[in-house]
Structure formats: C-alpha cells, structure tokens
C-alpha cells in the first residue's frame, strides 16, 4: 500500500509566504518524479512544478521566480516553497508521485491542502 499525504495549506496575506509538505510512504522501491497541481474553483487542476529522481526540475510560467520545488529523497519528501503569494495562487494543492513499489509503477495522489490568498 502507497499513501501521499499533503501538508502545509493555509491563510496567507498578498505577498507572504507558506511551505507545503509531501510525503510518500509504504512498500515503495524508487520515486521517478514528483509534481505538484493545483485546482481553483471552478477551474481544472492545472500544473505547477515537478522534480525528478536526478533533480530536474520544471515550473509552470505563473510560479516562475516565485515558488520553488525541493525534495529530500531520503524521506520520500518533496516540498514546494512559496513566495510572493497573489490572490490568484488561491487554490486547492495536490501532489502526484510516480513511483516503483511491490505493485509496480504507479501513480499517486494524495487528498490535496487548501491554499488561500486573501487579505
């Protein structure tokens, strides 16, 4: 059994900042990437930044500059740190692991975590 699990949302003000955690756990051999999406009212889950198991990373043009993507392959952990909040970035946060474990190789997701800008 895998689990991914999100943490880290909350209520910010323009401007400020929050860290989001994910963490992947069970009978997991390797993790080949991690990415973070996220889905605002109303709209579709969209991407915004991934990593891979060597470090690559990529970001989607509205984070750029402003979020940054981390992870820590000996806790099965990636984070996205982010700065420079706007009301826009107001958006439910979910985190996707493409990993290896006794099923496999298979796709995660964990329940998502709230993200809200507002003053």
């Known amino acids: 059994q895998v689990h991914v699990v999100e943490s880290g949302g909350g209520l910010v003000q323009p401007g400020g900042s929050l860290r989001l955690s994910c963490a992947a756990s069970?009978?997991?051999?390797?993790?080949?990437?991690m990415t973070w999406y996220r889905q605002a009212p109303g709209k579709q889950r969209e991407f915004v930044a991934s990593i891979t198991s060597g470090g690559t990373l990529n970001y989607a043009d509205p984070v750029k500059g402003r979020f940054t993507i981390s992870r820590d392959n000996a806790k099965n952990t990636v984070y996205l740190q982010m700065d420079s909040l706007k009301p826009e970035d107001t958006a439910v946060y979910y985190c996707?692991?493409?990993?290896?474990?006794?099923?496999?190789?298979?796709?995660?997701w964990g329940q998502g975590t709230q993200v809200t800008v507002s003053s």
């Open positions: 996707n692991a493409n990993l290896g474990s006794t099923r496999g190789r298979g796709s995660y």
């Open positions: 069970g009978s997991i051999f390797t993790i080949y990437f």
